[in-house]
């Protein structure tokens, strides 16, 4: 029986309820708890790099301009992803669950796999979207990472893409 499960949700909605889903229908085979997390990725939300090359080859720093709209990016990102977090575990205390939430920012498998372990998760269930070759060389897969590291057991929970408007018509 599973106890402490920590569930693992970015940025898409769809890919969040799924994963939260799965994790609510274990929780509440035993007297469960979940715990929420969210990890904000910053050199994935459009960090400015500190220093491009310029046409003439030189490097040159970002603006003030450009690093201050940015940071006001970055709050946004916090704040709409605290209020995803308390969505999702007001849905899960409505199914009688106990919930926490944590929104961390780093790398996200190790930010993952380091919660679990502190937090003496159980399990851990997480999305995957199903990158595969080039896309998962050079993105990464944050499920397997977590699959190869996690200190507990692992539900990686694979996408279902939405139907398309032309594709549920026919």
Known sequence: MFERVLV????EPVMARQVLSEAMTIAQVGPG???????????????????YMTL????SAVSTEA?????????ELER?????????????RK????????QLIGEPGREICALAETWQADLIVLGRRGLQGVGELLLG????????R????????????????TEAHG
């Open 8 to 11: 693992a949700v970015d940025q």
């Open 33 to 51: 708890q979940l715990r929420i997390l969210q990890v904000l990725y910053p050199l994935k939300s459009g960090y400015p790099d500190p220093l």
């Open 56 to 59: 003439d080859g030189a490097f």
């Open 67 to 75: 690093f201050g709209a940015y940071v006001t990016q970055w709050r």
């Open 80 to 92: 709409t992803s605290q209020v995803n977090l308390d969505t999702y575990a007001a849905e899960a």
């Open 95 to 102: 199914a009688g669950l106990q919930v926490t939430t944590s």
């Open 141 to 148: 897969s944050v499920s397997n990472f977590v699959m190869h």
């Open 150 to 165: 996690a200190p507990c057991a692992v539900l990686v929970v694979q996408g279902v893409a939405p139907v398309k408007e």
